[in-house]
């Protein structure tokens, strides 16, 4: 099938989300997104569902091509503006499902409704000769303009409601300029009035923040002096997250961390999905708690976990893929400093603080005999045959 040449036509912008770009293309056409979809892909494209279907993770190989050859773009650039393309630098490339860890969903699994995924600098709309949403946008760690130093914003200050990029033209016959970017696509406020701008972030989170912004580029972390390969070193700074983020494993630690200063949002109900799903204040939460801990690594870490007697398997926990798979530079200091459930008593040891708790009285658990014995881990398979060895006596 031949592709039509667009009559009026422009590569991306630096960093432009591919829904961005589509939309700008449309309107630059005298069309309508949607329409523009229609005209140019069997079914349109998808604007609106969230995970493997969505025309930003860029899973559709036809499309980019059609895209490229109608712009007269380079096919690599068109692939630059997808989010598949922090392939190799934000995930592993095999992990089929690994494009929603980091990546803020556009509609939320637990209502169905349109998810507060997509932030924006009210700074950069203003600025912007042609408002445009950054791809970098919609990423959970991605709190603050680096090149402005404010808070990004996640809804639209008038309405509340989410920023979205294709609504803008819905119900405007003819695409005119407020149908870009920089209105809300629900009232038309214009978001670069949002008085966030004015919210400044605290100048070392900024930088931690621009450092995991250029990881992402550079393919390479350096923490404590070693240098990590950044899936590496996301997928650990995720389970450092996720472990903040779940009161459940992690309360004592984050009294260490309160303790120092740091202070967490209390989840009041169930939650689909990990800190992805959390609003700025929360998300900026956790990057405060990580960046701290990770500007000492491991030291602070490991200090405030020693204190709070967290065990390995309670940061572990949130390993994807089973322990095996934690990366490396997250499970050396919890395995050389916290997990004292390597310690293994012996069978003496064992028996004899099973027959103590059996003289005290009461059932004996197995988590009991672990915690007389110190152990960091409530079950333990040589507990459990010494205990059984014990009854059979
Ligand atoms: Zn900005
Ligand atoms: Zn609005």
Not at 1 to 7: E, G, Y
Not at 60 to 78: F, H, N, P, Q, S
Not at 241 to 261: E, V
Not at 305 to 318: D, Q
């Amino acid at each position: 099938m031949s592709v039509r040449l667009l009559p009026v036509r422009f590569p991306p912008l630096p960093d432009e989300l591919l829904s961005s770009w589509f939309v700008r293309l449309a309107h630059a056409n005298g069309e309508k997104s949607h329409s523009l979809s229609f005209k140019m892909f069997d079914g349109g494209l998808n604007f609106v569902q969230g995970g493997d279907q969505n025309l930003d993770r860029g899973h559709d190989a036809d499309v980019l091509r059609i895209l490229a050859l109608a712009t007269r773009t380079a096919k690599e650039r068109v692939a630059a503006s997808t989010l598949g393309a922090y392939s190799g630098y934000l995930w592993d490339e095999i992990s089929a499902r690994g494009v929603r860890r980091w990546v803020m969903p556009v509609l939320s699994r637990s209502s169905g409704r349109t998810g507060y995924g997509l932030q924006a600098c009210a700074e950069c709309l203003r600025s912007d000769e042609m408002p445009y949403f950054r791809r970098s946008w919609r990423l959970a760690f991605h709190i603050a303009c680096p090149f402005h130093g404010c808070l990004l914003m996640d809804h639209c200050f008038a309405c509340e409601a989410p920023l979205v990029i294709h609504r803008g033209d819905v119900g405007i016959f003819t695409p005119e300029p407020e149908s870009s970017a920089r209105w809300c696509s629900y009232c038309r406020a214009d978001l670069a009035d949002a008085m966030i701008s004015s919210h400044k972030l605290d100048a070392d989170l900024l930088e931690f923040q621009i450092l995991l912004l250029s990881t992402l580029r550079r393919g390479w972390i350096n923490v404590g002096g070693r240098v990590i390969n950044s899936v590496l070193f996301f997928e650990g700074l995720r389970m450092l997250w996720a472990f903040l983020d779940a009161p459940r494993w992690s309360a004592s630690f984050r009294r260490g961390m309160q303790r120092r200063g740091f202070s967490f949002i209390e989840g009041q109900e169930k939650r689909y999905g990990g800190a992805d799903v959390r609003r700025t204040e929360g998300r900026h939460k956790l990057l405060a708690a990580s960046g701290w801990l990770l500007d000492d690594w491991p030291n602070r870490f490991v200090e405030v976990a020693s204190e709070a007697r967290v065990s390995s398997n309670h940061v572990l926990h949130f390993s994807l893929h089973g322990q095996g798979s934690t990366p490396f530079w997250l499970w050396k200091p919890i395995h050389d400093f916290l997990d004292r459930s390597m310690y293994v008593p012996s069978d003496e040891e064992i028996t004899n603080a099973f027959l103590y708790l059996v003289r005290l009285g009461g059932r004996v658990r197995q988590r009991d005999v672990c915690c007389l014995l110190n152990m960091r881990t409530n079950h333990s398979f040589r507990v459990a045959a010494v205990m059984k060895s014990c009854h059979l006596l």
